[in-house]
């Protein structure tokens, strides 16, 4: 028993969808009158620097029990250090949000916060995000972008700013919040960076058929997997005689296929991308679309 979708890149993360849920919502419910009396120049000016401790303190205090220390999400609420869509949302309209919550969701209103406050926690979200600084490159990022949507083959599975594939991780905002070495590391040892690794796996029904795939969602009852083409494949349990995993869809060589040289330009495209993207400034309904 089986049934074929064709659709597009599929959009992961339960946390992540229900975020862009959240934030659809405020829109729907404040309406553009009320996102221009929270734009950015109605909004006090107050200096409040990137490296307060009140920030830290004041996000501690309110946000960090959901959101974790470290804002990268916990069951209780999603990662809004390392998502792009948050990482683009303007000063102001991440000020309404802590300001006036989503009725009837698990956001609450900060009412009781001073502005001054709600903009100290702006401020230290933009720190988790890695927005404190510009970040100094290791090696040249043009170079580094042929290496990835060349010799490399990043693109074959990931995609950034808008190219490439969706089977693995949307990398566009993926060296924001992250060191030099942590990026290299996880290009070149991708079985110890503690991350989720994209698998292939293949389903061999008692009826003789078989699905190749990257295991989407799974059940007690079924299994949903995205083949590389974006086809997407129901298949029941109880038809499935033998279910084969084969290794990461990441590759384990870079190390040795990919020089030293070639290693620092990617690390500086990704980062010179990561920056870039978290500097745009876009429509507040475009942030709140799904990934």
């Known amino acids: 028993m089986k049934r074929t979708i064709s659709t597009a890149p599929f959009m992961s993360g339960i946390c992540a969808v229900q975020f862009a849920l959240v934030l659809t919502a405020v829109w729907a419910s404040s309406g553009l009158a009320a996102w221009s009396q929270t734009s950015p120049q109605n909004l006090p000016k107050k200096n409040v620097k990137l490296d307060s401790p009140r920030g830290k303190q004041v996000f501690a205090s309110n946000c960090a029990n959901c959101h974790g220390l470290d804002g990268r999400g916990s069951e209780r609420a999603p990662n809004i250090a390392e998502r792009a869509s948050v990482q683009r949302l303007s000063d102001a309209q991440t000020s309404h949000i802590i300001e006036n919550g989503v009725p009837g969701t698990g956001m609450p209103a900060f009412h ?8 100290a926690i702006v401020a230290y979200l933009r720190t988790l995000q890695g927005r404190k600084r510009t970040p100094k490159l290791p090696g040249d990022p043009i170079r580094g972008e042929t290496v990835f949507f060349g010799k490399a083959g990043c693109s074959g599975c990931h995609m950034i700013s808008g190219k490439g594939g969706f089977i693995a991780s949307d990398l566009s905002g993926y060296a924001g919040n992250r060191g030099v070495d942590q990026i290299r590391s996880a290009i070149t040892a991708p079985t110890s960076n503690g991350d989720r690794l994209a698998r292939l796996v293949t389903a061999m029904t008692r009826t003789g058929e078989k699905y190749s795939g990257r295991i989407r969602n799974e059940d007690n009852f079924s299994l949903q997997l995205q083949a590389l ?30 020089s030293h040289d070639d290693l620092n330009d990617v690390v500086s495209y990704l980062m010179r991308v990561a920056h870039a993207s978290s500097r745009e400034s876009k429509a507040p309904i475009e942030a709140f679309e799904p990934e």
């Open 112 to 119: 009781s916060l001073e502005h001054s406050d709600v903009e």
């Open 229 to 258: 083409d974006g086809t997407f494949f129901f298949v029941a349990k109880s038809d499935i005689e033998r279910l084969d995993s084969s290794q990461s869809l990441m590759p384990s060589d870079y190390d040795s296929t990919l």
